[in-house]
């Protein structure tokens, strides 16, 4: 929960950089708050589900992962400014 919450913080915060400098560095910490907690998620996931639906849970997360990247690039040619794009369609969710 801390570093999903350091993730989190660093996103809204990164939405208001000045700078590109401060954009990435806040962006550093997102992922270094977010990654783990993806990866914990991901490992938990497999543990959980059943020797019968491991498989399947697992390629349906990815797919739908997958499938939300390629969402990210029909917003990201929505909405030209990268604050927004970054507050609304990847820090707040």
Known sequence: IFTYGLGAVSLLISSFAVNWYMLMFFLLFAGMGINPFTALSFILLNESAGDEFRQSASISL?????????????????????????LYCIAIP
């Open 62 to 86: 990815l797919a739908t992962y997958g499938l939300g990247q390629l969402f990210f690039i029909l917003l990201a040619y929505m909405f030209q400014d990268w604050r927004i794009l970054v």
